[in-house]
RNA sequence: GGAGGCGUAGCGAAGCUGGUUAUCGCGCCGGCCUGUCAAGCCGGAGAUCGCGGGUUCGAUGCCCGUCGCUUCCGCCA
């Protein structure tokens, strides 16, 4: 039989096409065989359309219909008709109408599911994965992938209105010292010699600025070989960008007017432009985090003035040893935290390398439970002090500052979620600014990069970094929404004399950086302009429009979290040729020999 | 590398302190059914309870080990 071509899609048919006759192809969603008449939801990725074969039908055509299983892929000729005012289903778009079926041909069959074709399945990742032609089948599989390519539809729109173009840079590109561990691609051509894969297209974007390409901006695909988490995979996508003669100013109210443009084209959303702007340090000693989820407030204070005088040991310690005492009032929370449930918080506060958390609750009385012993003597001053109420649950963590910030953080999280203080409706994007530039490393004994080695330290530090690395900020900037971190660029450093201070302070020795990235360096010496960036993860901006927890809800075949794919099974050996077209041996772990 | 959680039919789950013919829903197979839209009703098949060892008269359940998945820490400029 000739194929039967559609002639609409499943999603499209209303009352205003009645009579008419047509072709639909798609798949079987469901089939409900009431003996006499018999129902099939026919469905593609623009909807679901019923299709009924009436008692009176042929007896072949009932036959046919009946065998028709789940997601067998069918082709069906029929007629367009109202259903009775009763049937009418206000739940779906095509709700009004009906196709009577005259003709029926199946197109391919289908096995039985590994799992249903819902529109939000509860299967397991693996057989999600393994099956994820199937699982993409689903509604909400299908609304993720649609929305994704509406953001980046949404964001090539933008950017290129905003005079900006869109170019391309390698994938095979020379391995770097710095940064994540490089995906690395053996060389046939050259005997020993590896191409890595770009972790971002960070030197190539800084390179078409000193070409003259002022505005640029990529969706990229990169690659970073680390242990994956819901937000994290080994490959993902970027919406790079990078442009000539900017401020900080600049990229922020370019990057806020894309996002203003995604979100009202995509979503519906108009989202209140002029991000608020917080400083790392204030990130990180009110919230806990330089990635803080502002959808509610519980902003931690500063503990320390009422230390002195108490007799509790450990926090005077703390404070000699130079860290910090913190201070979270939860409000109304002391009737519902008992011990165990503090106790829990405790626990999540230790795995951020925490030793314990204190606690007290306020009472009429005063301070009552955990430390407030020690404290019930300045019980009025600490609790006008951090503005605590009776019924108040207030939680201390001392520690050195980055553990005590990081740990109480993690708590002032948690919380958020236990207590619903989230408002899950809410898009709350935030600026973090002035990012140390430099990081000491205590094992090493050494000053590292906080981000990388490309970022301007900002001007009121020019002169005197090199001495006193410590205090220096970078003009270097995050976009965080929602307690993800959704963006990082900078303003670059242009001046080949000011990159080799920076190598200087992180003991990159000048060969080395010579040697890895002199390309760049010598760019800069033909009339390099100052430019600066960001990169957006594609991911994490549909995974949070999604309402999903993990970037493969938003990605169409992602790696399990081992970094294999279940579906292909990669990755996997290869051919003894490969290899010595190659020229590598592969040498097995100890503990893989042992198996082999 | 480390910590927590999970592992019972194709899928999702139940199985309390050790004794069941291992339960339920979806799916699958067969039958019935004229208006459903997660259709309904009746019947049936389908499980070495992740794997190995131990304790016990007896283990899905307790203990040890191991593997897999998952979330997090480390890592991710």
């Known amino acids: ?37 018999h129902f099939i939801n026919l469905r593609d990725r623009y909807g679901e359309t019923q299709i009924v074969v009436d008692e009176d039908a042929a007896e072949a055509l009932k036959e046919k219909a009946g065998s028709l299983k789940f997601e067998y892929c069918v082709a069906i000729e029929g007629i ?58 689903s509604k909400g599989m299908q609304d993720r992938i ?43 051509l050259h005997a020993g010699k590896f191409f890595a894969l770009p972790q971002s297209p960070q030197l190539y974007k800084q390179l ?84 803080p989820d502002l959808r509610f407030d519980m902003a931690f204070q500063d503990f320390a003035p009422f230390v002195p005088a108490s ?22 929370a002391a009737a519902d935290y008992s011990r165990k449930k503090i106790t829990e918080l405790e626990e999540t506060a230790k795995t951020f390398g925490a030793k314990g958390l204190a606690w007290m609750k306020v009472t009429t009385e005063g301070l009552d439970g955990g430390v407030s012993k020690f404290y019930n003597d300045q019980a009025d001053a600490i609790c006008s002090g951090l503005e605590a109420k009776e019924g108040d ?37 935030v600026w973090i600014v002035d990012f140390p530039l430099f990081e000491y490393n205590e094992d090493e004994k050494t000053w590292e990069p906080a981000h990388h080695m490309f970022s301007m330290p900002q001007e009121q530090y020019l002169e005197t970094f090199d001495k006193d690395p410590g205090p220096v900020k970078g003009d270097l900037y995050d976009l965080v929404l929602n307690g993800y971190e959704l963006a990082s660029g900078s303003i670059r450093i242009h001046d080949p004399e000011l990159q080799q201070r920076i190598f200087n302070v992180v003991g990159f020795p000048k060969e080395v950086a010579e040697e890895r990235f002199g390309f760049l360096l010598e760019s800069f010496r033909y009339g390099a302009p100052p430019h600066g960036g960001i990169a957006a993860g594609v991911d994490r901006l549909v995974m949070i429009m999604a309402g999903k927890e993990s970037i493969k809800e938003v990605i169409p075949f992602p790696k399990n979290n081992a970094g294999m794919s279940p579906m292909d099974d990669s990755p996997a050996w290869v051919d003894a040729d490969q290899l010595q077209d190659l020229h590598l041996n592969i040498i097995m772990p100890e503990v893989d020999k042992k198996e082999e």
């Not at 069959?109 to 994820?132: G, H, Q, V």
């Not at 959303?269 to 806990?288: E, K, T």
């Not at 007799?311 to 109304?332: D, H, Q, R, T």
């Not at 520690?399 to 989230?422: F, M, P």
């Open 1 to 37: 039989m000739e194929q039967m071509k559609r002639t609409v899609t499943c999603g499209q048919l209303t009352a205003k096409n009645e009579g008419q006759t047509v072709i639909l192809n798609g798949w079987v969603h469901r089939n409900r065989d009431h003996g006499g008449i």
């Open 80 to 137: 367009v008709r109202a259903r009775p005012e009763s049937m009418i289903n206000p739940d779906m778009v095509t709700g009004e109408i009906e196709v009577s079926v005259k003709n029926i041909s199946i197109l391919n069959s289908c096995k039985t599911l590994p799992f249903m074709i819902e529109d939000e399945t509860d299967s397991n990742e693996t057989a999600r994965l393994k099956y994820r032609y199937l699982d993409l089948r």
């Open 208 to 291: 078409l600025m000193v070409s003259g390409f002022d505005k640029y901006f990529q969706v990229a695909r990169c690659y970073r070989d680390e242990d994956a988490r819901g937000d994290r995979q080994l490959e993902f996508t970027q919406i790079d960008m990078e442009m000539s003669f900017v401020s900080v100013d600049d990229i922020f109210k370019i990057t806020e007017g894309m996002m203003g443009h995604v979100f009202k084209k995509s979503l519906g959303v108009d989202l209140p432009l002029d991000f608020q702007r917080i400083s790392y340090d204030d990130a990180m000693n009110l919230y806990g985090s330089d990635k």
């Open 146 to 188: 649609i929305l994704r390519n509406n953001v980046t539809y949404a964001i090539r729109e933008y950017l290129q209105k905003s005079s900006f173009l869109e170019i391309e840079t390698p994938t095979l590109i020379k391995s770097t010292p710095e940064g994540a561990r490089d995906f690395l691609v053996p060389s046939r």
């Open 393 to 429: 649950l207030i939680l201390l963590m001392g520690a050195a500052w980055k553990t005590a910030c990081n740990s109480l953080g993690a708590v002032r999280s948690r919380l958020g979620k236990d207590l619903k203080l989230i408002d899950e409706n809410l898009y709350r994007f």
């Open 311 to 332: 007799s509790f040991g450990v926090f005077k310690s703390v404070l000699e040893a130079g860290g910090a005492v913190k201070a979270l009032v939860v409000p109304g």
